[in-house]
């Protein structure tokens, strides 16, 4: 196994912690287990049943909290017939945790038994329940107009929270500027088990479909880690033979922080960034993600849509989805919400994935 810089091609050998390449890109992963069916052990829980796929792990076995393997269920929105991935019933409420689960493991397996994050909130979530399983230490440094429900389960979990003012940048900050000796940053956009983590998404559909791709997976995006780690594994799947065409992305964004469709739609190579505008979906509040340039590289190649979706539109999403039982939090139904802007590119009979990332319970809504 060995890192790998796509903007430079420079190569890193594993294990590091030197996951920013010197050309300022983030590296990635390579070199794991080619994906084989028959590896697959469906007597590990959740995505450790595709342990023979994954990094090694510490000594003393896995870290986990039953992460991955999440139901897919099929349900009817707006007429158009979707498969929902439940993506919110992982262990923190989030998908999150598939990237976090490994990336905790890699620091048990280096003995690092202090770790810094910043977050707005699922992930600093996600890193402290991990933490607490791993007797880690967190410090978690998340905006200060977070949700208050995340900032109280970072804090449940017993990691050290620091609420950061001004607007998400500056938790970034905050939390690089901690890192000294013996302080690691987890960072979940830097560390390249995070995207290995994602990678198992869609694995898990592809299973789930019967030994099939989609034809469109649908996410919404702020970092993208979700989105790209899906990709990496339908290519996985493709290079192993297993799917011969690759699903169509959908990457949806708030229309108050839209910088890949700005990116898509200019262009351009790399993601410039747009200015910090408050979204309701605050996870996709990211104004410039760190792996931009590898998100609309497969954005282009997989044919990608890059929607967005106004404040009302996310609204009313997570009210109808809850209508029909489904509980996510407005980030979640900005996927949703940018269904009807899309539906005149999906062909009928065509398999449509959307990934409902995190739970309603998270950021609750204000009944009137
Ligand atoms: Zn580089």
Not at 186 to 196: E, G, M, Q, R, Y
Not at 312 to 331: M, N
Request: some cysteine; overall charge neutral; glycine content about 10%.
């Amino acid at each position: 196994m060995r890192l790998i810089c796509h903007r430079c091609e420079s190569v890193e050998p594993w294990p590091t912690d030197r996951w920013e390449c010197p050309c300022g890109a983030p590296r990635e992963m390579i070199g794991l287990a080619p994906f084989a069916p028959d590896a697959v052990d469906p007597r590990e829980p959740g995505l450790w049943r595709y342990r023979a796929m994954l990094p090694p792990l510490p000594a003393t076995g896995p870290v986990t909290l039953g992460e991955g393997f999440t139901p897919l269920i099929s349900g009817i929105w707006e007429g158009l017939s979707v498969y929902w991935k439940l993506e919110y019933l992982n262990p923190t409420g989030a998908f999150k945790d598939r990237g976090t689960a490994l990336v905790v493991n890699d620091m048990v397996s280096r003995k690092v038994d202090k770790v810094v994050e910043d977050s707005s909130g699922n992930a600093g979530a996600s890193l402290a329940a991990y933490a607490a399983r791993a007797g880690v230490q967190a410090r978690i440094y998340v905006p200060e107009h977070a949700s208050p429900a995340k900032k109280a389960q970072i804090a449940v979990y017993g990691a050290e929270l620091v609420s950061v003012s001004g607007p998400r940048i500056e938790a970034t900050r905050a939390a690089e500027e901690a890192t000294t000796e013996g302080v690691v940053y987890a960072s979940h956009v830097w560390h390249p088990l995070t995207l290995i983590g994602m990678t198992t998404i869609a694995w898990e559909v592809w299973e789930q479909l019967g030994g099939r791709a989609p034809d469109w997976f649908i996410s919404p995006v702020g970092q993208g880690t979700l989105l790209l780690g899906a990709w990496r594994g339908f290519q996985t799947l493709a290079a192993s033979g297993l799917i011969e065409r690759l699903p169509r992305l959908v990457a949806a964004q708030a229309e108050r922080c839209a910088p890949i469709a700005e990116a898509m739609c200019g262009g351009k190579e790399d993601v410039e960034g747009v200015p910090p505008r408050p979204t309701i979906a605050e996870g996709v509040a990211i104004v410039k993600p760190v792996r931009g340039r590898a998100l609309l590289q497969a954005l282009r190649e997989s044919r990608g849509l890059t929607p967005v979706a106004t404040e009302d539109d996310i609204v009313q999403a997570q009210k109808k989805l809850a209508s029909v039982g489904l509980y996510v939090e407005p980030t979640s139904a900005a996927a949703v919400a940018v269904l009807p802007s899309i539906r005149r590119h999906i062909s009928s009979g065509e398999t449509v994935v959307v990934a409902l990332t995190g739970s309603g319970l998270k950021s609750p809504v204000t009944m009137k």
